[in-house]
């Protein structure tokens, strides 16, 4: 049986109650409850401010003039974590000046939902005023002048300024940092960084030269043109980058890539040239690997060498022929996780065992229901499945395989479509997996909205912990 939802503690229940109440007391246009509800928030301490603040700006449906009046009132200098959410544009010059008068403790900024476009002055002063910040998320509105104010943060460790925005080669070049260690720029397969776009790589490359303690570049597909440019003008350069993504790499990049970043442990090549992918045998730290349009014997020679290494493989269109699962099993007998996306799968020695999966993904995939079986069957210790293709397997199917499987681990369990699967199979994993918290998509399965809600009411009334997906049933 699925386990039973536990008791949430006192703290929870009383954030809520005093939450609702201060919604309730802050929802009317006039303001008339403003100043008794700031002298009672008075002593309040800062985490106490904090969680407030994270549960109403998280709060669906709530209107954006409450949840505005809620982080007026509740933004004290004590504050250190802040995200906005998501706002209408009316809001986000109020927002900004808020957050100038009332943020300076702050460590940790999330303006992910709040676009200033025209207002880059008050971005400008906000920044100035803030000099204990460590994390700062704002994506798709920097500029120059957030590349000069990181100059200046001593403290910054995560800084993603990420999307489509208006930076000059010479700041991006000029980014200099101690502390920062975690980079999010660009726009995911756009090769353009700055103006003028064909300075992108070469100002990239120049910011890695400036940050020495730089651990990851996130977003960006075209770090591995930035590095070559660096190992063109100096191979004893090293960097302490612990993950690279890059696209149409070619053997010169990855031989930078390979003698720059020798702490590399993840990384994610997104159209590879031939032998790229034996050369990344040198990397003897890496334990993530992310290929997309790649060929599959290239794929295998590596494996051979290095896969036992893997943790995490993530596979995506795979350039000719069929994928065989069960060589994987072989080679990468350590995989914690699996995800196959566009790739003809099939698994041709039923004995191999992957002791180690926890999470598999397969995703728009070719394949069978006796594949499926193979990797639900011998991998003993899935916490995650999800199966986003056609699969056939009826509800004696199921009840064999649960006959073969304990399924102790079983936490997620996703067939997005299982047509000959009916309320017999929901019931049965209900009663078989102890750990089962998700089961869906019953959209895709021979459910009906009248099984969905006998079987929800039966979870409420037990106090089952298991969600049913999807939330709202058609």
Same mark, same amino acid.
Request: net charge negative.
């Given at each position: +049986?699925?386990?039973? %939802?536990?008791?949430?503690?006192?703290?929870?229940?009383?954030?809520?109650?005093?939450?609702?109440?201060?919604?309730? =007391?802050?929802?009317?246009?006039?303001?008339?409850?403003?100043?008794?509800?700031?002298?009672?928030?008075?002593?309040?301490?800062?985490?106490?401010?904090?969680?407030? !603040?994270?549960?109403?700006? %998280?709060?669906?449906?709530?209107?954006?003039?409450?949840?505005?009046?809620?982080?007026?009132? @509740?933004?004290?200098?004590?504050?250190?974590?802040?995200?906005?959410?998501?706002?209408?544009?009316?809001?986000? /010059?109020?927002?900004?000046?808020?957050?100038?008068?009332?943020?300076?403790?702050?460590?940790? @900024?999330?303006?992910?939902?709040?676009?200033?476009?025209?207002?880059?002055?008050?971005?400008?002063?906000?920044?100035?005023?803030?000099?204990?910040?460590?994390? !700062?998320?704002?994506?798709?509105?920097?500029?120059?002048?957030?590349?000069?104010?990181?100059?200046?943060?001593?403290?910054?460790?995560?800084?993603?300024?990420?999307?489509?925005?208006?930076?000059?080669?010479?700041?991006?070049?000029?980014?200099?940092?101690?502390?920062?260690?975690?980079?999010?720029?660009?726009?995911?397969?756009?090769?353009?960084?700055?103006?003028?776009?064909?300075?992108?790589?070469?100002? !990239? =490359?120049? =910011?890695?030269?400036?940050?020495?303690?730089?651990?990851?570049?996130?977003?960006?597909?075209?770090?591995? /043109?930035?590095?070559?440019?660096?190992?063109?003008?100096?191979?004893?350069?090293?960097?302490?980058?612990?993950?690279?993504?890059?696209?149409?790499?070619?053997? /010169?990049?990855?031989?930078?890539?390979?003698?720059?970043?020798?702490?590399? /442990?993840?990384?994610?090549?997104?159209?590879?040239?031939?032998?790229?992918? %034996?050369?990344?045998?040198?990397?003897?730290?890496?334990?993530?690997?992310? !290929?997309?349009? *790649?060929?599959?014997?290239?794929?295998?020679?590596?494996?051979?060498?290095?896969?036992?290494?893997?943790?995490?493989?993530?596979?995506?269109?795979?350039?000719?022929?069929?994928?065989?699962?069960?060589?994987?099993?072989? *080679?990468?007998?350590?995989?914690?996780?699996?995800?196959?996306?566009?790739?003809?799968?099939?698994?041709?020695?039923?004995?191999?065992?992957?002791?180690?999966?926890?999470?598999?993904?397969?995703?728009?995939?070719?394949?069978?229901?006796?594949?499926?079986?193979?990797?639900?069957?011998?991998?003993?210790?899935?916490?995650?499945?999800?199966?986003?293709?056609?699969?056939? +397997?009826?509800?004696?199917?199921?009840?064999?395989?649960?006959?073969?499987?304990?399924?102790?681990?079983?936490?997620?369990?996703?067939?997005?479509?299982?047509?000959?699967?009916?309320?017999?199979?929901?019931?049965?994993?209900?009663?078989?997996?102890?750990?089962?918290?998700?089961?869906?998509?019953?959209?895709?399965?021979?459910?009906?909205?009248?099984?969905?809600?006998?079987?929800?009411?039966?979870?409420?009334?037990? %106090?089952?912990?298991?969600?049913?997906?999807?939330?709202?049933?058609?």
């Amino acid at each position: +049986m699925s386990p039973k %939802n536990f008791v949430f503690p006192l703290s929870y229940s009383c954030l809520k109650i005093v939450a609702n109440q201060l919604i309730y =007391a802050l929802s009317d246009d006039e303001g008339l409850n403003y100043e008794t509800v700031e002298k009672y928030l008075s002593d309040a301490t800062f985490r106490v401010l904090q969680d407030l !603040l994270k549960h109403i700006l %998280n709060t669906e449906n709530l209107d954006a003039a409450t949840r505005f009046s809620c982080l007026q009132l @509740l933004l004290k200098e004590n504050v250190q974590v802040l995200e906005t959410g998501v706002f209408p544009h009316s809001y986000y /010059e109020k927002i900004l000046k808020v957050i100038i008068s009332g943020g300076a403790g702050l460590q940790q @900024l999330n303006l992910k939902g709040v676009w200033v476009h025209d207002r880059p002055e008050l971005l400008e002063k906000l920044l100035e005023n803030l000099k204990n910040l460590k994390v !700062l998320v704002m994506p798709h509105i920097a500029g120059d002048f957030i590349l000069k104010s990181a100059v200046t943060r001593e403290s910054l460790s995560i800084l993603d300024i990420g999307g489509d925005c208006g930076f000059s080669s010479e700041a991006l070049s000029e980014l200099k940092s101690t502390s920062i260690r975690v980079l999010e720029i660009g726009s995911y397969g756009k090769k353009s960084l700055c103006h003028p776009e064909n300075e992108s790589c070469v100002a !990239l =490359a120049n =910011a890695i030269e400036n940050l020495p303690n730089l651990l990851v570049i996130r977003t960006y597909s075209f770090v591995g /043109e930035a590095l070559l440019d660096i190992y063109k003008r100096n191979e004893n350069f090293k960097t302490k980058l612990l993950y690279v993504h890059d696209t149409q790499t070619t053997t /010169e990049m990855c031989k930078a890539i390979v003698n720059l970043c020798p702490h590399l /442990e993840s990384i994610y090549i997104d159209t590879p040239q031939n032998n790229v992918l %034996n050369m990344l045998s040198d990397l003897k730290s890496l334990n993530s690997l992310k !290929l997309a349009r *790649f060929n599959y014997k290239e794929l295998l020679n590596y494996l051979r060498r290095s896969g036992s290494q893997l943790q995490t493989l993530k596979l995506s269109n795979c350039k000719d022929g069929q994928l065989d699962l069960s060589l994987i099993c072989l *080679f990468s007998p350590g995989l914690v996780n699996l995800d196959c996306f566009k790739i003809n799968l099939t698994f041709t020695i039923p004995e191999y065992f992957f002791m180690s999966l926890e999470s598999l993904d397969i995703l728009y995939c070719d394949v069978t229901d006796l594949v499926v079986k193979y990797l639900l069957t011998n991998s003993p210790f899935l916490k995650r499945v999800v199966v986003g293709d056609v699969i056939r +397997m009826t509800d004696g199917d199921l009840f064999r395989l649960c006959a073969e499987c304990d399924f102790l681990c079983l936490e997620e369990l996703w067939f997005s479509c299982a047509r000959c699967l009916t309320v017999t199979s929901v019931q049965l994993l209900m009663g078989h997996c102890p750990n089962l918290r998700s089961l869906g998509q019953l959209s895709g399965w021979d459910v009906s909205s009248a099984d969905v809600d006998y079987l929800r009411a039966f979870i409420l009334s037990t %106090n089952t912990d298991l969600t049913l997906l999807p939330i709202a049933f058609p």
